[in-house]
């Protein structure tokens, strides 16, 4: 098949949107880019299929060049049949071409290549025929004997390593024992003896047995960091019955053969040594494989979730909570501008509560805070004890408890070195812990997102995979929401489609020079930023209160003419007031159809109608449209918990066997699967109302139940 017919069959996706996506991509374009301003071209697909599409066509070009190297390799042994050369060429994965090469592989020096290099390969031969009319072994092997052969135990001890690798090589052998062992093998592990295992991390894997078929990608991770740690010993049991009865159906014993024994050795060789092993390593590279891959899901997934969090206005106190050090604080104001640092000491061993307590009224005060992020770390408790009793008396003040997961990354990274070169790393971590309230999305992807905190087994999986994965959401999410070209840190401008971190470096460095950018146009000044990245760019660069109207729109400058021979039928293209324009548009819609408009403006229609919801909303953030986090204002500990409580809580983290709920204490709480309503999916951020089911003081664990009943 050709490669666009594959890609075509594994994504469902149609030929024609296939050939377009395939030519886009291809030319340079990226993926944001196509799926915002390309939508006639693939009809409409959006980053998802995209991106599927992407992946398809970097996995079959990449098994197109394995397979030339293949036909290479074997053509230059002069083994290339007409039938393996079809076979190999029909072969559609990665694993079924690598069991056609496994026979002619170059390899070490195996028994068997051993006892070819000895001239036993003839012999062995005759011992896979098993002719019944052939003479005894002890005469076949006779003429074969030489120094390197002093005998015909050695003879036939070297046919039969030969025999057995045959055996064990032949593809659709490997093929069906790999189906088998998949449907019907059990994974094992046991505590391995005299293994520490602090805690009892893996007490679930002391004694553990399960069909391969029905483990849960987290039970896989789980056991494979459990064995690299060498706390537990890991293996595969494929019975018997489920090998031998394919090795018997491609290479059958002739019981009235004089060489019928001799063969049953070299089945049984095949099997045990070579074969089961093999087989063993495919199952466990191919459960790794596809649980890396679900984590790495899930972790792409939760992260998106977090960063389209909605931005949380106000001027915010950042508190990096602390014991011996004390506490950092930060204060920044609307646009994250950093106004007063400073540190407080109310727990032990200071103790200074009062002076902090007077501290904290005053930064309030003086900056008419609104909000108050606390640091989730060490000291976050006792923290937020404090800031409760400063806040009681002030009504418009609120509290909450952020991550901090990933700060001290920040603190110590070249990025926050630049951004604040007089602070205190420690001071730097309270300005990230403030801003991440404000804007998580400008925040986070300053931050390698693996710390972030929003994952499982991120650090267990590939991490070249997992950095790919989580670029493209952290792109996908920038570009859906736009980047102010003349406020966004290079971290963010980094991401924007076509410009990637040295132009992030350029543009910041011309702003810094030559102040702030008056339109999109002026970024050709920005030297090495060419045509192909301002297309790419343009659309996903927002300058507010600048030369152009349309600059601060998602609309694409390529689009300019059309968006405002529109606003020239509606009579607004003096930019008048947005109330105004948004009623003068709505009412030509209103009385011609898009279809019409899309005719005589010579445009397409989902260009079009973009263009139009552009103007009609200029500037949406769609994270707006997602609810808030809860703000609080008074404690909830631990203790005051009780069973059948109904709380609201946040989603923080989603996982395999559940979902970790922040509903106010120290300790976030566990909704597990198995209380799920029916058909209920969640994702990080999300507002719910939970029942608490149980707590364990001591371990600090609390179970929750999702109440039916929503909480006012």
């Known amino acids: 098949m050709k490669l666009i017919d594959i890609i075509v069959q594994e994504t469902g996706i149609s030929l024609e949107q296939v050939s377009a996506v395939i030519s886009l991509l291809d030319e340079g374009n990226t993926i944001p880019f196509v799926a915002r301003y390309r939508k006639e071209a693939t009809n409409g697909l959006d980053e998802i299929q995209l991106r599927a599409v992407q992946k398809q066509m970097q996995t079959q070009r990449n098994l197109q060049d394995r397979r030339k190297t293949i036909l290479s390799s074997i053509e230059q042994q002069g083994k290339l049949t007409a039938d393996l050369r079809k076979q190999i060429e029909a072969a559609r994965n990665r694993t079924a071409l690598e069991d056609l090469y496994q026979a002619y592989k170059p390899r070490r020096r195996t028994r068997a290549q051993i006892a070819r290099e000895s001239g036993l390969e003839p012999l062995a031969e005759l011992l896979l025929k098993q002719d019944p009319q052939s003479p005894p072994a002890e005469i076949l092997a006779r003429p074969f004997l030489s120094d390197d052969v002093a005998d015909l135990s050695a003879a036939w001890d070297g046919a039969v390593d030969i025999a057995a690798e045959r055996i064990s090589d032949n593809a659709d052998v490997r093929r069906i024992v790999r189906q088998k062992a998949a449907q019907w093998g059990a994974l094992q592990c046991k505590k391995r003896a005299k293994a520490e295992d602090e805690g009892g991390v893996y007490q679930t894997y002391y004694a553990f047995e399960y069909r391969i078929g029905r483990l849960k990608p987290h039970q896989v991770l789980a056991i494979n960091r459990g064995e690299r740690e060498k706390v537990l010993s890991v293996s595969i049991d494929i019975a018997e019955r489920d090998w031998k009865t394919v090795v018997d159906q491609f290479f059958p014993l002739q019981p009235r053969s004089p060489l019928a024994e001799l063969f049953e050795r070299a089945r049984k060789d095949a099997g045990e040594r070579l074969l089961l092993p093999a087989i063993c390593r495919d199952l466990r590279r191919t459960l790794t494989e596809q649980a890396e891959s679900h984590a790495i899901k899930v972790f792409t997934d939760n992260l998106e979730a977090l960063l389209s969090q909605p931005p949380v206005p106000g001027v915010v106190l950042g508190i990096d909570p602390g014991f011996r050090t004390g506490s950092k604080l930060a204060v920044v104001d609307e646009t994250a501008r950093l106004l007063e640092t400073g540190t407080i000491y109310p727990h032990p061993p200071q103790s200074k509560g009062e002076e902090a307590e007077a501290t904290l009224a005053a930064l309030i005060a003086r900056w008419q805070v609104t909000l108050i992020a606390i640091g989730n770390g060490t000291a976050s408790r006792e923290t937020e004890q404090l800031v409760a009793r400063v806040i009681k008396s002030k009504d418009q003040v609120h509290y909450l408890i952020v991550s901090e997961a990933g700060a001290s990354v920040y603190s110590a990274s070249p990025l926050a070195a630049q951004e604040f070169p007089d602070l205190d790393v420690s001071i730097r971590g309270a300005v990230s812990i403030a801003r991440r309230l404000q804007d998580p999305l400008a925040e986070l992807v300053k931050i390698d997102p693996r710390s972030i905190g929003v994952g499982l087994y991120q650090h267990d999986v590939n991490q070249a995979e997992l950095r790919q994965a989580l670029h493209d959401v952290v792109e996908s999410v920038v570009n859906r929401v736009g980047v102010d070209l003349n406020t966004a840190s290079p971290a963010l401008l980094s991401y924007v489609a076509g410009i990637g971190p040295t132009l992030a470096s350029k543009i910041v460095s011309y702003r810094d020079e030559h102040g702030r950018f008056p339109s999109r146009q002026t970024l050709y000044n920005v030297k090495g930023l060419g045509a192909a990245a301002f297309q790419q760019a343009a659309g996903f660069l927002r300058i507010h209160n600048g030369r152009e109207p349309l ?8 689009s300019y003419p059309v968006a405002k021979a529109l606003l020239e039928r509606i009579g607004e293209d003096d930019g008048g007031a947005a109330p105004k324009r948004a009623a003068a548009l709505e009412a030509l819609l209103g009385s011609t159809r898009l279809e019409q408009l899309s005719a005589e403006m010579q445009v397409g229609m989902a260009t079009l109608k973009d263009i139009c919801d552009q103007l009609l909303r200029p500037g949406l953030d769609p994270r707006r449209e997602s609810p808030g986090p809860i703000l609080r204002r008074d404690i909830l500990a631990l203790e005051d918990l009780s069973p059948g409580q109904v709380l609201k809580g946040t989603v923080r983290n989603v996982v395999d066997f559940g979902v970790f709920v922040d509903i106010g204490v ?39 139940g999702r109440s039916k009943t929503p909480l006012s």
């Open 551 to 558: 600059d601060e729109s998602a609309i694409h400058p390529e």
């Open 666 to 704: 120290k300790q976030d709480g566990l909704l597990h699967r198995s209380k799920w309503l029916p058909g209920e999916t969640y994702s990080v951020g999300q507002i719910i109302d939970v029942i608490v089911l149980d707590m364990d003081a001591v371990r600090k664990r609390i179970a929750l």
